[in-house]
Nanobody, 121 residues
């Protein structure tokens, strides 16, 4: 099994910044694409940004120019720097990863428990 633990959420004023972090742990053999998703009340979960193991980036239009995703392959971590935050960015943010474990070499998809981001004055 692979566990994903997020940190860094909280309350921030419009125009402010937050940095989310996610650490993967467990009997990890290899991690592929890692990403961040978000789900606002009454809405479907949506992709925010993703990054492959080789560093290829993908951003949703909503975050382009404001959000930056990065990862540390040696530490099995992924981060999301969010700047110029807007009230519509309010949501629960989830870490996601494709990973293979040392006991099961089939790639599986894993989710973190989520961290709340609230943008409000």
């Amino acid at each position: 099994q692979v566990q994903l633990v997020e940190s860094g959420g909280g309350l921030v004023q419009p125009g402010g910044s937050l940095r989310l972090s996610c650490a993967a742990s467990g009997s990890i053999y290899k991690i592929g694409t890692m990403g961040w998703y978000r789900q606002a009340p009454g809405k479907q979960r949506e992709l925010v940004a993703s990054i492959t193991a080789q560093g290829t980036l993908n951003y949703a239009d909503s975050g382009k120019g404001r959000f930056t995703i990065s990862r540390d392959n040696a530490k099995n971590t992924v981060s999301l720097q969010m700047n110029s935050l807007k009230p519509e960015d309010t949501a629960v943010y989830y870490c996601n990863a494709d990973a293979m474990t040392e006991t099961d070499y089939r790639p599986r998809n894993y989710w973190g428990q989520g961290t709340q981001v609230t943008v409000s004055s």
